[in-house]
């Protein structure tokens, strides 16, 4: 069965330094997603990215966030200056078409830890 | 964005049925209605899908009355491994998710 793939699964950095966590969504899908979950708290949204470019953001997704499709397969996010609230659990998700709803598949998630 | 309304939490026995209901106050037309489900450290996963009446898959059932204003989310016979947060959902399109805190259901052995 097809799945969304995320790596790392944890990473550790120190404030103020740049990460880049990175996705490879299922292969024939079309809008891709990502969302974060602070721990003990819901899962929130951040971005969706189709057709190169951004369809939706939140308020959470501001300058020091960017996205990116580098290529025909990974699907990444950056985070340009970390900040200790930054420290959360990253999901991708990746759905098939526009057509009436189609089914968010999430990935098993990166774990960022900001010191 | 959607909002909708579900229990905090909910117990239950192993081999229990386990309905979890939703409101949906703010649905539109267009609208479908989702369930996730996510255990501890993972990304929530897609349990089933339904516009109205009732659909089941090998997971669940979901029932959905005429007004659509609400959702029934039956689980039959619970094991210790359906231990997880629930996610109730109403949007269309590829709109994304809005995750509000969930049904934490407990299933005591």
């Known amino acids: 069965e097809p799945e969304v793939t995320q790596t790392p699964s944890h990473q550790v950095t120190q404030m103020g330094q740049e990460v880049i966590l990175r996705c490879v969504p299922i292969s024939n899908h079309l809008y891709f997603y990502w969302y974060r979950q602070i721990l003990g708290q819901k899962v929130e949204f951040l971005v969706s990215f189709y057709n190169n470019e951004i369809s939706e953001k939140s308020e959470i997704f501001d300058d020091q966030f960017s996205v990116e499709r580098p290529d025909g397969s990974n699907f990444t996010l950056k985070i340009r200056s970390t900040k200790l609230e930054d420290s959360a659990m990253y999901f991708c998700?990746?759905?098939?078409?526009?057509?009436?709803?189609?089914?968010?598949?999430f990935g098993p998630g990166t774990r960022l830890t900001v010191l | 964005l959607a909002k909708t309304t579900q229990p905090i939490s909910m117990d239950s026995y192993e081999g229990q049925e386990v309905n979890i209901t939703c409101s949906h106050n703010?649905?539109?037309?267009?609208?479908?209605i989702t369930w996730y489900q996510q255990f501890p450290s993972q990304g929530p996963r897609f349990i089933i899908q339904g516009y109205k009446t009732k659909v089941t898959n090998e997971v669940a059932s979901l029932f959905i009355p005429a007004d659509r204003k609400s959702s029934t989310l039956s689980l039959p016979r619970v094991s210790l491994s359906d231990t997880a947060v629930y996610y109730c959902h109403n949007l269309s399109g590829n709109t994304p998710l809005v995750f509000g805190k969930g049904t934490r259901l407990s299933v005591i052995a």
């Open positions: 998700a990746s759905s098939e078409t526009r057509d009436s709803y189609n089914e968010q598949f």
């Open positions: 703010n649905i539109a037309t267009n609208d479908y």
